[in-house]
């Protein structure tokens, strides 16, 4: 027999108290669930690599919030066991993810000053209406997340002076007021008739390439020619290369893992109907990749490298962007992660010569969580398969990937121009002289 869905009339009296706060918790959860599945729609918008890093990182922070809110709303009656977003709220959230022609700083306003202050009330309603002896556990994580999102608020808010979004701001405000806030907490206010859905007439879809606002971009780091490329493959391996220069190399390729954030962000969106626990190990997986981008973000410039000439490299967005989530997914842990293991241990083993604890640490990191990624990809590729309807074998279906990526880089690869004449840019030539000075 099915189980009931309602519960019977005395017990449901009975419970009223619990009932109600768990039905708060629940939205609390899906609130959560679906800033994370939308606001990671900004990450590959956004061309300032300092936002980037933040909202990776309020992303992994959202999906805690939700994970512990689900784990203490499953100790209540009522939660339920599924883990759909109800679409009252998916609406509002998809809402702000906006079109293709949206001015990605709009849309960041959007979500720090309009829908997450709106998570914030509605966290500190949970705190006032309920029972903070009988409720305590709700209490202590509810304390904390309102710490955590009045954090989140102060941490965008630099990146938003001067951005004009008061029109994008009223039109979310009126989708939000006619929910009554996101727990029904407020007065509502319905919709005028007038008010027009974006998401109906323009639906959202991933640009064509990722943003890196000032800096200069090309198709790739990686070469053979040291008068041209940064990162130049053979000395990564010759033996007589200086150690220095490796350092500096992997810090560049550390930068680089930017496009890891990039295109690992397009996935989130492309997966509403996920189990929350693959998007929550997205989030990790994402966050874990915004660190190892600013452990060269933040390492280059105090060897001496100005970041206005380190080019950023497109490829591997451009190419991906045209592939479904789950054939992005599988190229980035099948291929990218684990294909990338005994360089990186030659490059550690290199790099330990230099006595640099700082280096070595953040290497150690880097590759420890690599490691997790790759275990990642082999829990939640089935699933990513599954959620797009793929039905081989994994090894099959990753082999044909991997061909049809082949085949998508001849058309779509190779096809960002450098920004900087090579006299400007970094490249081995330069690091060599750069590490070596003294
Ligand atoms: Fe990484
Ligand atoms: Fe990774």
Same mark, same amino acid.
């Given at each position: ?87 009252? %709220?998916?609406?509002?959230? %998809? ?19 309009? $829908? ?15 029972? /903070? ?42 989708? $939000? ?37 000032? #800096? ?62 693959? /998007? ?48 992005? #997914? ?109």
């Amino acid at each position: 027999m099915a189980t009931t869905t309602t519960a019977p009339a005395t017990s449901s009296g009975r419970m009223a108290a619990v009932n109600e706060m768990t039905r708060l918790l629940r939205l609390l959860f899906e609130v959560e669930r679906e800033f994370l599945r939308t606001v990671t729609t900004l990450v590959y918008r956004v061309g300032e690599p300092e936002l980037k890093y933040l909202v990776c990182q309020h992303a992994w922070e959202s999906a805690g919030h939700a994970r512990f809110i689900r784990e203490r709303g499953r100790e209540l009656s009522g939660f339920g066991t599924g883990e759909a977003v109800r679409d009252s %709220v998916r609406r509002v959230f %998809v809402e702000a993810v906006g079109h293709a022609k949206s001015d990605p700083l709009v849309l960041t306003a959007g979500f720090y000053e309009v $829908l997450k202050p709106a998570l914030l009330d509605a966290y500190r309603h949970y705190l006032k209406v309920t029972d /903070h002896l009988a409720d305590w556990p709700s209490k202590k994580l509810v304390e904390e997340f309102i710490a955590d999102e009045e954090r989140h608020l102060r941490e965008v808010a630099p990146f938003l002076k001067g951005v004009d979004a008061r029109e994008w701001k009223l039109h979310l405000t009126q989708a $939000l007021d006619d929910l009554g806030g996101w727990l029904g907490q407020e007065t509502r206010l319905p919709l005028a008739a007038g008010y027009v859905w974006q998401q109906d007439k323009t639906p959202y879809a991933h640009p064509a390439t990722c943003n890196r606002g000032k #800096y200069p971009v090309c198709s790739s780091i990686f070469g053979f020619d040291p008068t041209e490329d940064p990162i130049v493959r053979p000395w990564l391996t010759d033996p007589k290369t200086d150690a220095r220069v490796i350092r500096m190399m992997v810090y560049v390729w550390l930068m680089m893992e930017m496009d890891a954030i990039d295109y690992l962000a397009t996935a989130f969106i492309d997966t509403p109907n996920a189990p929350f626990d693959l /998007h929550h190990d997205l989030a990790r997986h994402l966050w874990d990749e915004s660190r190892h981008s600013q452990f060269g973000f933040r390492q280059l410039p105090k060897l001496g490298v100005d970041l206005m000439t380190v080019e950023h490299s497109l490829e591997l967005y451009n190419i991906l962007v045209h592939m479904p989530a789950h054939e992005r #997914y599988a190229m980035m842990t099948m291929e990218f992660e684990a294909g990338s293991f005994p360089t990186k241990a030659h490059v550690m083993d290199r790099v330990r010569e230099l006595s640099d604890f700082e280096a070595d640490t953040l290497l150690a990191f880097d590759r420890n969580d690599e490691q997790n990624h790759v275990r990642f990809g082999h829990r939640w590729l089935p699933e990513m398969m599954a959620q797009f309807g793929e039905t081989r074998p994994v090894e099959e279906f990753v082999k044909a990937t991997q061909e049809k990526f082949k085949q998508m880089a001849k058309t779509y690869g190779n096809l960002t121009p450098h920004s900087l004449p090579k006299e400007k840019r970094l490249t081995g030539e330069k690091i060599l002289k750069l590490a070596t000075a003294n």
